[in-house]
């Protein structure tokens, strides 16, 4: 009888729970298996706080938004740094899987998560990744659930803004998550039809903007939608060291980099300017059909690879093909939006603005 360690960590999303279910009806279906859930993400992992699930836990949870086991970014930058708090945090780790006397641990998260992982593999304990976040940044995937679900919140919000924008001949600016990666914004920014995109793998000038919105009034458009990215910096802001940036954002407090775009624009061209942050309800709610089924197959395939004990990987779908990347390979990379993408290049064919 192989006993399986669920846990979720990072920030949450849709499919959570649908993967959660995958990976538990088929593992029930093609060996012998009892699952420990463990509580808000590796904190539970740390405390030792778990409990025994029934095959019953896993029924009826395919659409429900969130994680039914909680969630918590990890205090810790590093695991294994003991001095910042006294906890002796890898250690503890492992004495909880043995504790819970797992045979396997499979952890969904984003990049963070995946850092986890990958030193709990280091240390010898059997491992295996699943890739969540709406940011859709995460190496050696070409996508992971909870992104097409945000990206449908994330349309439906242009949308909306949309009707509002052409009635009042304003530029609008709708703010979308993704501090590091701007797959996001790129994607609702081309199913919205958005006018200018900005994110943060390509920093914008004003300038820019300002050219792209007189262009369009000239064009007989008088509203313009711009979709930007929580993490968009203008030029001079992407050659700040970190530190340095880090201080020019504090003083400019969270969440005002849209607020100040909008007063910069109308301050220099006049227009009126709004500004919608639709924030975590991009994480919320119900999975679309889409990462349903997409968590749904992680899931299974993860089953897979408990039964077959192929340990060491994250779950990865590459060309519409489930694989298994190692986390070695993996845990401390990134996937950034480049210029080579499609929906990228396609963009710059329709015409949208990315501020440079
Ligand atoms: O990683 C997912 C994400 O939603 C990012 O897009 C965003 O920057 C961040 O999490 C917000 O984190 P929190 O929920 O902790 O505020």
């Given at each position: 009888k192989k006993r399986i360690g669920i846990l979720t960590s990072g920030g949450d999303c849709p499919g959570l729970n649908a993967a959660i279910r995958g990976l538990a009806k088929s593992s029930y279906a093609l060996f012998d298996c009892e699952f420990v859930g463990i509580r808000n993400g590796y904190k539970g992992l740390i405390d030792g706080d778990y409990r025994e699930m029934k095959k019953s836990d896993f029924s009826g949870i395919l659409t429900l938004g969130g994680t039914m086991l909680g969630s918590k970014r990890t205090p810790f930058r590093n695991m294994r740094n003991i001095e910042e708090d006294g906890i002796d945090k890898v250690s503890n780790m492992i004495k909880n899987y043995k504790k819970m006397k797992l045979d396997c641990l499979v952890t969904l998260?984003?990049?963070?998560?995946?850092?986890?992982?990958?030193?709990?593999?280091?240390?010898?304990?059997?491992?295996?990744?699943?890739?969540?976040?709406?940011?859709?940044?995460?190496?050696?995937?070409?996508?992971?659930?909870?992104?097409?679900?945000?990206?449908?919140?994330?349309?439906?919000?242009?949308?909306?803004?949309?009707?509002?924008?052409?009635?009042?001949?304003?530029?609008?600016?709708?703010?979308?998550?993704?501090?590091?990666?701007?797959?996001?914004?790129?994607?609702?920014?081309?199913?919205?039809?958005?006018?200018?995109?900005?994110?943060?793998?390509?920093?914008?000038?004003?300038?820019?903007?300002?050219?792209?919105?007189?262009?369009?009034?000239?064009?007989?458009?008088?509203?313009?939608?711009?979709?930007?990215?929580?993490?968009?910096?203008?030029?001079?802001e992407a050659q700040m060291k970190k530190h340095e940036f880090e201080q020019h954002r504090l003083k400019m407090q969270y969440h005002t980099v849209s607020y100040r775009l909008a007063e910069q624009i109308n301050q220099k061209l006049g227009f009126d300017t709004r500004v919608t942050v639709p924030g975590h309800t991009q994480r919320?709610?119900?999975?679309?059909?889409?990462?349903?089924?997409?968590?749904?197959?992680?899931?299974?395939?993860?089953?897979?690879?408990?039964?077959?004990?192929?340990?060491?990987?994250?779950?990865?779908?590459?060309?519409?093909?489930?694989?298994?990347?190692?986390?070695?390979?993996?845990?401390?990379?990134?996937?950034?939006?480049?210029?080579?993408?499609?929906?990228?290049?396609?963009?710059?064919?329709?015409?949208?603005?990315?501020?440079?």
């Open positions: 998260g984003g990049n963070g998560t995946h850092k986890n992982a990958n030193l709990l593999r280091e240390e010898g304990l059997n491992v295996i990744g699943l890739p969540k976040t709406i940011d859709n940044d995460i190496y050696g995937t070409d996508f992971t659930f909870g992104f097409h679900s945000a990206v449908d919140i994330a349309t439906d919000v242009i949308d909306k803004i949309h009707t509002t924008a052409s009635s009042h001949d304003r530029v609008m600016i709708v703010e979308l998550m993704g501090n590091k990666a701007g797959w996001l914004t790129l994607y609702a920014g081309l199913a919205g039809g958005a006018d200018i995109v900005l994110i943060p793998e390509i920093p914008y000038s004003l300038e820019s903007i300002y050219e792209a919105l007189l262009q369009r009034q000239k064009n007989g458009k008088n509203f313009s939608i711009l979709a930007i990215a929580e993490g968009a910096k203008t030029i001079k919320g709610g119900t999975p679309s059909a889409q990462d349903r089924i997409l968590a749904t197959k992680f899931g299974a395939f993860a089953a897979e690879l408990i039964k077959n004990e192929d340990y060491g990987n994250t779950i990865s779908i590459v060309k519409n093909k489930l694989k298994a990347t190692p986390l070695k390979k993996m845990a401390h990379m990134r996937k950034p939006v480049t210029r080579d993408t499609d929906e990228f290049k396609t963009a710059l064919h329709l015409g949208i603005n990315f501020g440079e």
